[in-house]
């Protein structure tokens, strides 16, 4: 299954963008509350978004902000990667290709050449650095002015380098919308909170945890998590108008 998640503010109330296999929406959520709501309930992505589709996206695998850059993120799908620019504060935004696409291709990752990429995060800091997740395994990249990655040591597994977290795989990461220290990751089925002091050293503060027991019950109550929704069959509106459905 695909999931990605960006990070939205619409008139100062944290949210962000969940993409599900063709589907996205919007939820607004804070961190440590259980106020979650859902603004834009699930839509075809490719109604909102058609410069991804455009460019052969069906589904969208991870996503992470281009550091230094404001409103642009790279976006992942089988293999590949656009760099999209987007603003953030405004619900059902126009969107742009930047950049791509282009394959995500790692000379020290062979594994994943061409391969589906799970998760990414970006590391706190001053460097443009992130951590991206394919398969069991992570690599650190180094992300570049010019809009490539550059592969820094060789991939790890990730329960070895991240050997506190409960799982092997990943399935997506929600940084906090808050404090760029802090995330959430998800996999099957459950999440953690985790506490990011630096690129080799993370912390579990919370977790794991059933999706939708307690907290991220929009994710279960839209179908992206537990009762799982299918994917949209049909194709794409022609016109631009929707219902955000927005409660």
Known sequence: ?????VN??????TGSYFF???????????????????????DHFANDWPALAQNGFKTIDAIFPRPHYD???????QGKYLIVQFDG?????????????????FTNWIALTGGTINGAIAIP??????????????????????????????????????????????DMIVPSPTNPNMAYVFSEGKYIHLDIQNRDDVRVSFGPEVVGEKYWKTLKDVGFYGQLRPPILNEPRTDSKRDSGVD
């Open 125 to 170: 800091g001053d460097d443009p650095q992130a951590w991206l997740f394919g398969g069991n395994q992570m690599q650190l990249v180094n992300v570049l002015s010019d809009g490539t990655m550059q592969a820094t040591g060789e991939a790890v597994y990730t329960a070895e380098k991240w050997n506190n977290l409960p799982w092997q795989t990943i």
């Open 89 to 105: 504060s405004k619900l059902q935004g126009s969107s742009e290709v930047i950049m791509g696409p282009c394959e995500v291709q």
């Open 8 to 13: 939205i503010n619409i008139n100062d109330e």
């Open 1 to 5: 299954m695909s999931r990605a998640i």
């Open 20 to 42: 599900f296999e063709n589907q996205y929406c919007a939820i607004s959520w804070q961190p440590g509350a259980i106020n979650d709501k859902v603004i834009l309930h699930p």
């Open 71 to 77: 409103n642009q993120w790279f976006f992942f799908s």
